[in-house]
């Protein structure tokens, strides 16, 4: 690999550029919405949870096979931080085969695992110039979710990554449970159910019971959400918490993924 340089800090302008925003329903009319009142602000969060299998990945004994390689030090994000455990894997694929593997690195000066970050050696016999597909793998085991983030890249020589400055994946947009993104102009599509948002209040995507995505309005009137599908099509809802008037508004088939 010649010290391959890792390009995965594009990934989230490169996948969230595909993905569409909504303002307003379909037609252009207003949408209906319903309000209960609510003294409390509500505690909204996505369960990452899901149901894959331990994968088996195995180091096949890179150093016999691959005479050159790069270090990579990985920390997740924020949000998984606080499923981080000792059985966590992080994987490098490069075109589909394993070039490095993981479990989280121990602090330096001490025998501490320190959850949620990783070193590992980036294999391989690569010149330098190859467009490949690099894919990096994070397995969650409190979480049964294996997170994956992709992208076709040129080789560039001479770097390592995560060292100077940290490499943080936003591991969440490669998610296998929510495979499906969508970026709302939350305030646009509020106004167009006939509500009157301001910044600092709540607001939630649902699809049933499940939510979705949250953020808070920003004061300047211009809050972007991220949404979470399972699939395209999916009908959201979406919930905006009003704490001065003490009422949750719901706008039922707000948007579509």
């Known amino acids: 690999m010649n010290k391959t340089k890792l390009m995965f800090v594009l990934l989230a302008s490169l996948i969230l550029g595909a993905c569409s925003s909504n303002n307003d ?45 790069t270090v990579l ?8 931080k606080p499923f981080a455990s000792e059985g966590d894997m992080m994987a490098l694929f490069l075109d589909g085969e394993l070039r490095g593997l ?11 695992v320190g959850l949620g970050k990783f070193v590992l050696k980036a294999w391989g016999n690569e010149t330098g110039t190859e467009t490949v597909n690099m894919s990096l793998q994070y397995y969650s085991q409190a ?14 020589s001479d770097e390592t990554t995560g060292f100077e400055t940290d490499f943080i994946p936003e591991f969440t947009y490669g998610s296998a449970k929510y495979p ?9 599509a509020l106004r167009s159910a006939g509500i009157t948002p301001s910044g600092n209040n709540l607001v939630g995507a ?30 959201v809802t979406l919930k905006y918490y009003d704490a001065a008037a003490g009422k949750l508004h719901t706008v039922t088939d707000a948007f579509r993924m």
């Open 25 to 69: 329903d379909d037609s252009g009319k207003q949408i209906a919405h319903t309000e209960t009142p609510l003294s409390e602000a509500p505690v909204w969060q996505i369960d990452w949870s899901y149901n894959q299998e331990r994968p088996n990945w195995t180091d096949p004994g890179f150093s016999s096979i691959y005479g050159n390689w």
């Open 102 to 112: 993981a479990t989280p690195a121990f602090i330096v000066g001490s025998n501490q």
């Open 206 to 235: 649902f699809v049933g019971d499940e939510c979705r995505g949250t953020a808070k309005l920003s004061a300047t009137g211009s809050t972007s959400l991220l949404v979470y599908g399972r699939s395209t099509g999916e009908s």
């Open 73 to 80: 030090k990985v920390q997740i994000e924020k949000a998984l």
């Open 180 to 188: 499906v993104l969508k970026f709302i102009a939350v305030e646009s």
């Open 143 to 156: 979480l049964n979710h294996i997170f994956t983030l992709s992208e076709e890249i040129t080789l560039n």
